[in-house]
T-cell receptor, first 115, second 115 residues
C-alpha cells in the first residue's frame, strides 16, 4: 500500500525557536497533502491543505504566518512552526492520497513539545 | 456537528470478536462509510470502507444495515495490538481537497483489548 513518511517523530524545542516537519509520499505523487493537529484525547483537526506549486489553504483560526507550509515537489510537503510557544505543543500529522477517489494515507505523526 | 456517532469506549477480551458500532443516520446516497484506527502516538491507519454491501478484508469486516443508517466494524479475533481509537467517517468517494475539508473525525471509540 501507499506509504507516507513523516519526520521527525518527536521534537523538543525551546520557546521562540522554529521547528520544521517533513511529510513525504514514498511511492506515489501527491499534488495535495493535508496537515492536522491533535491535542491529547481530542480528535484530528485539519489545519491546512498543502498544494504543490501554490499557496496552502488554511482552515479558519489557523495562522498562516505561524504555520508555514511549503509543497515544493509532488512528494514533499513541509510544515514549519515559527516562533513556537508552549501552547503549540501538540501531535502534528500529515496525510496524502495517491489520486482523487483513493484512500487517505497518514504519516506516523510528530509530537512537538515546546519548553 | 459530527455526522457519525460512536460509543466513547469499549472493552474486548483477547481472541474474541470486537464489534464496534457506528450510527450515521444522515448519510447521503453518495457517501461511503470509512473506518480508520489510531494507535497511541501514531497516525491513523485505514481499515476498510463500504457503500451498502458488506465488506471484508484481511483486517476486518464491515456490516452496513440495509437502510445505511448504521454500521458495525468487526475485528474477528482481537489481539492486544488492536487496542486503539477507531474512527467511523462518512465521505463521498472522490477524495479531493474540498471533500477532505468537510471530513469530521469525531472522538471515535477507544477499544481496549484485554488479555
Amino acid at each position: 500500500g501507499a506509504v507516507v513518511s513523516q519526520h521527525p517523530s518527536w521534537v523538543i524545542c525551546k520557546s521562540g525557536t522554529s521547528v520544521k516537519i517533513e511529510c513525504r509520499s514514498l511511492d506515489f505523487q501527491a499534488t495535495t497533502m493535508f496537515w492536522y493537529r491533535q491535542f491529547p484525547k481530542q480528535s484530528l483537526m485539519l489545519m491546512a491543505t498543502s498544494n504543490e506549486g501554490s499557496k496552502a489553504t488554511y482552515e479558519q483560526g489557523v495562522e498562516k504566518d505561524k504555520f508555514l507550509i511549503n509543497h515544493a515537489s509532488l512528494t514533499l510537503s513541509t510544515l514549519t512552526v515559527t516562533s513556537a510557544h508552549p501552547e503549540d505543543s501538540s501531535f502534528y500529522i500529515c496525510s496524502a492520497t495517491p489520486r482523487a477517489g483513493g484512500k487517505l494515507f497518514f504519516g506516523s505523526g510528530t509530537q512537538l513539545s515546546v519548553l | 456537528d459530527a455526522k457519525t456517532t460512536q460509543p466513547p469506549s469499549m472493552d474486548c477480551a483477547e481472541g474474541r470478536a470486537a464489534n464496534l458500532p457506528c450510527n450515521h443516520s444522515t448519510i447521503s446516497g453518495n457517501e461511503y462509510v470509512y473506518w480508520y484506527r489510531q494507535i497511541h502516538s501514531q497516525g491513523p491507519q485505514y481499515i476498510i470502507h463500504g457503500l451498502k454491501n458488506n465488506e471484508t478484508n484481511e483486517m476486518a469486516s464491515l456490516i452496513i444495515t440495509e437502510d445505511r443508517k448504521s454500521s458495525t466494524l468487526i475485528l474477528p479475533h482481537a489481539t492486544l495490538r488492536d487496542t486503539a481509537v477507531y474512527y467511523c467517517i462518512v465521505r463521498v468517494s472522490q477524495h479531493n481537497a474540498g471533500n477532505n475539508r468537510k471530513l469530521i473525525w469525531g472522538l471515535g471509540t477507544s477499544l481496549a483489548v484485554n488479555p
